[in-house]
């Protein structure tokens, strides 16, 4: 079981249209490198056979991962409550730095948004997941434990 936004859920499926989409043309580059004659030292033909492998690596990944999605459904929970989906800003207690953090079932690998994305499974996802505003958590980071205050939730 993964739980994920429907956000999540929707662009893991159009990553997997696209994938599928790519099936015919890398099957068709393969039929046009193989028309060029001996295979063996066809580099053209072996760098299309390895794009339609991993191709066909990315479509069973997310085969998998919808396959196990479980939709996170925020709406029975409590107000101030910090889950799937939430972005929530956190003071650092020893600094007083303050940033925001958005809780996500997958991560986009998007780095051009105002936050940080953190998964369930991530130490910080982890200690956010139901927690709530005026909250101290304690995160074990690779740097040692650091405690953030939960200052709003922002959605």
Known sequence: MQYMTQEDKQRLQ????????????????????????DLKENGEYHAAKEEQGLNEARIRELEEKLSKAVIANSDDLPEGMVF??????????????EELYKL?????GNYDVDYIEVTPNS?????????????????????????????EIIS
């Open 14 to 37: 159009e990553m997997l249209e696209e994938c599928t989409g790519k099936r015919k043309t890398l099957s068709d580059r393969i039929g046009r490198a193989r028309e060029l004659g």
């Open 84 to 97: 799937l989906g939430s972005t929530v800003k956190l003071r650092d207690t020893d600094s007083e730095s």
């Open 104 to 108: 996500v079932g997958e991560a986009t």
């Open 123 to 151: 130490p910080m996802g982890e200690a956010l997941m139901k927690a709530r505003v005026g909250e101290v958590i304690g995160v074990d980071l690779r740097r040692g434990k650091r405690h953030f205050e939960i200052v």
